[in-house]
């Protein structure tokens, strides 16, 4: 099993920004891919970011040019450096790994931004 806890989340106003980080614990050896997706109040969740253990990053249409995820594989630990911030960008996060066939969700950390 993977454990998967994130943190960083909170309040900001429109503008600001935030780093998320999601540390992995457990059986993290062969983790392939991380991510970050968010789910909105009454909406699915969706994918924001993701990379490979090469460093091949993936991003949502929203959030290009504004947010960077990044990881530490000797840690297994990965980030999410969200610039410019906008209202629309409230959610829960939740951090994702895969291993093989096997996929890992962290409990979300919630982020508000305030117009």
């Known amino acids: 099993q993977v454990q998967l806890v994130e943190s960083g989340g909170g309040l900001v106003q429109a503008g600001g920004s935030l780093r998320l980080s999601c540390a992995a614990s457990?059986?993290?050896?062969?983790?392939?891919?991380m991510a970050w997706y968010r789910q909105a109040p009454g909406k699915q969740r969706e994918l924001v970011a993701s990379?490979?253990?090469?460093?091949?990053?993936n991003y949502a249409d929203s959030v290009k040019g504004r947010f960077t995820i990044s990881r530490e594989n000797a840690k297994i630990t990965g980030y999410l450096q969200m610039n410019s911030l906008k209202p629309e960008d409230t959610a829960v996060y939740y951090c994702?790994?895969?291993?093989?066939?096997?996929?890992?969700w962290g409990r979300g950390t919630q982020v508000i931004v305030s117009s």
């Open positions: 994702n790994a895969k291993r093989g066939i096997s996929e890992f």
């Open positions: 457990g059986s993290i050896f062969s983790i392939s891919t």
């Open positions: 990379i490979t253990s090469g460093g091949t990053t």
